[in-house]
Every structure is written in structure tokens, then in C-alpha cells.
């Protein structure tokens, strides 16, 4: 079994990476076989310092400067564990679930891990679609990133509730 932590959209620039991420999920990073990073790093040094914490696969995002956009492709394909895995940061067009899906059946793929929406998504069906969501920049969200679980073709799927700042959006709503 193969542990997976996917993320997207930590938009990091100047700030150190262990500065910025909850302690609880560099922990997680750290044990786990491998993280997904599905793009919009911001900065090279964001990027150098992810791959510091653990194996590191990632996919260029609409953030990113121009050498991270020279130095990452905008789509990878992985197989873990016998499951095919797809990275992108966004849909052609847009990214809703219906374009992921689709994208996903191009690319062939069991499971397609997809950055740019900021807020945590999975649809499940024949070809798995997931956003991360984002633990540092959420959008209309909390803080998050995914836990992937793969044995073989089966896989589950465990969203991961980050500590830090929460979109405005949520904190404008009143509470009961």
C-alpha cells in the first residue's frame, strides 16, 4: 500500500514553506510514499522546499513563474500501485467536474488529482475527479489537502482538514 498527499495552490513566495503549512500535515507529508503537488507553487523556492519534505511530483499552475512553467510540465501520468494516476492544475476550458471528467478519460487515467478551484472536490464514478483544495490560500473553504490510500486499483480517499487562515467568504457568514 502507497500513501499519497495531494495538494494544489499553496501560492508561496517569500515565507518558508515550514512556516507557512500546519505542522500536523508536514507530519503527514513526511510519512507518507509520495506528494502530489497539482501546480500554482508561486515561487522556485516554494517548489525546492516541497521537495525537501518528501518525494516530490508536481505539474506547473497558472501562478507559477516562468522558470517553475519552464521546469514542470503542465500534465504528468503516474502509475501507483498498478492505479493511474492523472495531474494537471486546470481543465482546458474550465474545471468543473464534468470537463475533469472528460480530461480524465483522455488521459486515460483511473484518478485525476487537479489544482486551480482552491476548495476540496472529489467526484467519484468510473474515473475518480479530486481537488485537494488549498491548506494555505483557501477559496470560498477551509484549508485542505487529500490523503490517497492506494492498494493496488483500489484506493480511498481521506480529505485533510488544515489549520491556518480560512477564506473570508466563510467568516462573513454568522454563526448560530
Known sequence: MKTVIAIADTHVEDEPIRSVLPRSLIDLIEESDLLVHAGSFTSVRAY???????????VSGAEDCVELRERLDD???LNVEGLSVGVVHSGRYVSDAMSMGYLASEMGVDLLIHGYLHRPRMDR???TTIC????TN???SIP?????????????LRL???SGRICEYINAFPTL
Request: net charge negative.
Open 48 to 58: 525546492e522546499e516541497f521537495a525537501e519534505i518528501g518525494e516530490l511530483v508536481a
Open 75 to 77: 500534465n504528468i501520468i
Open 125 to 127: 464514478g468510473d474515473i
Open 132 to 135: 485537494p483544495g488549498s491548506p
Open 138 to 140: 483557501p477559496r470560498m
Open 144 to 156: 485542505s489537502a487529500m490523503q490517497i490510500s492506494i492498494d493496488g486499483e483500489d484506493f480511498d
Open 160 to 162: 485533510i482538514v488544515c
